[in-house]
């Protein structure tokens, strides 16, 4: 990998750290040749700090230190994706990011829906939400609906209708964010039981 550290006059490069899990971005810093050497012999992310004019590994003071997993460089050879377990929050506000938010997994829209069905949960009438009825009428309710949409898919499955397929696997899908829910778990709870298998 060759890095453009000459493109600007300080020899500085930005450096976009993301959590290599959750790929939420935690901060922005900047790389001279130095810091990013002693990154990859450290496995520790180092910066140059432009207030203090040297070398600063990230937790040296707090012990929040971001252990190196890769390395990107963009198109242009001077910027870098450097990926990263964080081990504690990344801001010295205390914050998880620089942009004070959480760092936590994300999963798009479906972490969307999964919001949409919380809120629907807590703050609807059954009369005025269809999972808010789910809700009320309870878990072996709930269940039953997965169990209905899970026969459904795989009598799909069999067929040749791809749009009915699709159709039958997004209503399976919904359901069973909503069963999740109500035994008080979300996606990321199937998620990490799915890495403890890997």
């Known amino acids: 990998m060759t890095i453009n550290f000459d493109k600007n006059k300080d020899g500085l490069v930005p450096a976009i750290i993301q959590d290599v899990e959750t790929k939420t971005v935690l901060m922005l810093g900047y790389m001279n040749d130095e810091a990013y050497k002693k990154t990859l012999k450290t496995g520790l992310v180092t910066f140059y700090s432009r207030t203090k004019q040297r070398l600063w590994t990230k937790g040296e ?49 479906i ?39 899970a026969v459904e898919v795989v009598i799909e499955a069999k067929d040749n209708n791809d749009a009915l397929f699709l159709s039958e696997s997004a209503d399976l899908l919904f359901h069973y964010l909503i069963l999740l829910q109500a035994k008080g778990f979300s996606l990321s709870d199937v998620v990490k039981e799915l890495k403890k298998r890997h």
């Open 61 to 109: 003071e707090s012990g929040n230190v971001l252990q190196l997993e890769n390395i990107k460089i963009d198109c242009d050879n001077d910027t870098l994706l450097v990926q990263v377990k964080p081990s504690g929050p990344t801001c010295h506000t205390g914050s998880d990011t620089c942009w004070n938010e959480e760092n936590t997994s994300s999963f798009g829209f």
């Open 111 to 149: 972490s969307k829906l999964e919001a949409t069905i919380t809120d629907r949960k807590e703050n609807f009438k059954s009369n005025e939400s269809y999972v808010a009825s789910l809700f009320e009428k309870g878990i072996n309710k709930i269940a039953q609906k997965v169990g209905e949409e």
